[in-house]
């Protein structure tokens, strides 16, 4: 199963630090997902980071950065938005209905489905499925390898993505709560709770 970590919302001061010491510790995948921001600081925050880790940053918003950074590819937060004219490469979708995951799943290079569980960072997102949906969506060859967990995924609940037969999960919350941004520098919880989501996805 692969683990896909995505950014806090908001920028933040030790972000890029933070970041940097995540894929020396093996991210492979990073989601950065900042709505409703300026892409100067997605900018700023690129500039900061490792030039070799940028091939494995996937864009939510002002896709021209990945052209510009070379980054990993694209992801389309709004299911029935199409892929932008002309581009070429990557790209991840995300998807709330799973009426409609299996088309979307032929177009694109994977899928987050959204709302498996409540929100952690975002407390008005709650979940919008049971278990026995999310079983039979599996049995019906819905949720494969393709399909990426996203919505309260916690080192908690990995085991059930894994038994649902998810190909990933989408980590955010549970990972950014072990740092206060306004009052802590050091984020040494942070990266040993990173290096357990590592162990329980293996």
């Not at 894994?162 to 709560?177: A, P, Q, S």
Request: a neutral charge.
């Amino acid at each position: 199963m692969k683990l896909a970590i995505m950014t806090k919302s908001t920028f933040f001061v030790e972000e890029d630090k933070i970041l940097s010491s995540l894929f020396d510790e093996g991210m492979d995948n990073l989601h950065l997902f900042k709505p409703g921001s300026s892409p100067m600081y997605a900018e700023r925050l690129l500039t900061l980071l490792p030039e070799d880790y940028l091939r494995k940053i996937t864009v939510h918003d002002h896709y021209y950065l990945k052209q510009e950074y070379d980054l990993a590819g694209i992801h389309i937060d709004d299911p029935l938005v199409p892929v932008p004219d002309g581009y070429k490469g990557k790209f991840s979708r995300t998807c709330t209905d799973l009426s409609m995951l299996k088309e979307m799943k032929k177009k694109s290079n994977y899928v987050f489905l959204k709302n498996i569980f409540d929100c952690i960072e975002f407390k008005d997102e709650k979940s919008s499925f049971n278990l026995l949906q999310l079983e039979n969506a599996a049995k019906a060859g819905l949720i494969d390898k393709k399909v990426y967990a996203l919505g309260g995924m916690s080192l908690e609940n990995l085991k059930i993505a894994k038994e649902l037969g998810f190909g990933g999960v989408v980590i955010c919350g549970d990972l950014w709560n072990r740092f206060d941004i306004h009052n802590e520098r050091d984020f040494k919880e942070l990266i040993l709770h990173f290096e357990k989501l590592r162990k329980a996805i293996s």
